[in-house]
């Protein structure tokens, strides 16, 4: 069982940055490709960005691509996602999660474990 934490959310105005981090309790964290997600009032969740075991390879959205970068850091179990030029569309609950295949799909039934999300508010 994977633990996995977001913080880094918050407020901020449009063309802000926000840095969103994912902390996993899992020793194994190097095993699992991570992504990206999110969920917006009345909307489903969509995929944001996912990026391999070793973070070798990375997949965005089309609505973040150049905007949102994200990275991770194996020795402290971390996933980060660096958020640029915010737009208010861009409000959303963000989850992390990790993927067993590794591949760093944009697909959310290949993710096995979540975290609990943090907000992201955009104001205009």
């Known amino acids: 069982q994977v633990q996995l934490v977001e913080l880094g959310g918050g407020l901020v105005q449009a063309g802000d940055s926000l840095r969103l981090s994912c902390g996993a309790s899992?020793?194994?964290?190097?095993?699992?490709?991570l992504g990206w997600f999110r969920q917006a009032p009345g909307k489903g969740r969509e995929f944001v960005a996912a990026?391999?075991?070793?973070?070798?390879?990375?997949n965005y959205a089309d609505s973040v691509k150049g905007r949102f970068t994200i990275s991770r850091d194996n020795a402290k179990n971390t996933v980060y996602l660096n958020m640029n030029n915010l737009k208010p569309e861009d409000t959303a609950v963000y989850y992390c999660a990790a993927e067993l295949w590794g591949t760093g799909s944009a697909l959310l039934e290949h993710y096995k474990y979540w975290g609990q999300g943090t907000q992201v508010t955009v104001s205009s």
């Open positions: 990026i391999t075991r070793a973070g070798g390879s990375t």
């Open positions: 899992e020793h194994s964290f190097s095993s699992y490709a």
